[in-house]
C-alpha cells in the first residue's frame, strides 16, 4: 500500500503533468506497443544502426523496419545522422534507454515470476 502524502495521493514534490505531457506520454508508449517497434528500441538503446543492419536482427524485411523507423522518429523516440552514405538510427536520449529498459525489466519479472520491487 502507499502512502498518500497530500490529498490527491502524488508525493508533495511532483507537478500534475500537463496536457501536453500526457499526450506526449501516451504517443510514446503508443509507439512502444508494437513488438517490431519494441525490439528495434532494445536495439537502439545500446547503439546506432543502419536499417539493414536491424531488418536483418530482428528477421522482419527492410521496407516494415524503414516504416516503424519513420514512426518511432516522428514520435520522438528515434534519432538519426548520416555516416557516408548511410543513415544511422539510434534511441534518442537516456529518458528513452531508461523506458525501454524499464518496461522490458517489468516484462521479465512478469514473465519470469521474480517477485517484484516494492519501492
Known sequence: MYARDNESGA???QERPTAAQ???AVEA???LSDGT???LMWLLAS???DVSTLADAI???RPSV???LAKLRLAGLVETRRHGRRVLYRARDAHV???IAEALFHAGHEVSGIPRHTS
Request: net charge positive.
Open 11 to 13: 508525493h508533495p514534490s
Open 22 to 24: 500526457v499526450e506526449t
Open 29 to 31: 508508449f503508443r509507439m
Open 37 to 39: 517497434r519494441l525490439r
Open 47 to 49: 547503439g546506432e544502426y
Open 59 to 61: 528477421e522482419v524485411a
Open 66 to 68: 524503414s516504416q516503424h
Open 97 to 99: 534507454r531508461r523506458l
